[in-house]
């Protein structure tokens, strides 16, 4: 499985940006989608996932704030966030579960909330 995440930047405090991540390959066994990040000196966390049927769960950092999907269709997953705060700062990964066992992720983007 191939992952070609997208939609990083610059933002200010306050502000949104949505990532995507478009998976390929050998897609028809990916159960887990989700995102992680790493924050310069951290380690890397969880920030969400998301089940082929649909549920969810966040990191309690990030509840309330951020909202994570999927489209089967198109096997990607998208992650809205929304009221971006400094502390959100931080390379964001793409990740992949597959039912056998595979995990694979993407090469990061790069997220960045100042003022």
């Known amino acids: 499985v191939q992952l070609q995440a997208s939609g990083g930047g610059l933002v200010q405090p306050g502000g949104s940006l949505r990532l995507s991540c478009a998976a390929s390959?050998?897609?028809?066994?990916?159960?887990?989608m989700g995102w992680h990040r790493q924050a310069p000196g951290k380690q890397r966390e969880l920030v969400a996932g998301?089940?082929?049927?649909?549920?969810?769960n966040y990191a309690d950092s990030v509840k309330g704030r951020f909202t994570i999907s999927r489209d089967n269709a198109k096997n990607t997953v998208y992650l809205q966030m929304n009221t971006l705060k400094p502390e959100d700062t931080a390379v964001y990964y793409c990740?992949?579960?597959?039912?056998?066992?595979?995990?694979?992720w993407g090469q990061g983007t790069q997220v960045t909330v100042s003022s």
């Open positions: 990740n992949v579960e597959s039912y056998w066992g595979g995990d694979f």
């Open positions: 390959g050998s897609v028809s066994g990916i159960n887990v």
């Open positions: 998301i089940r082929r049927g649909g549920s969810t």
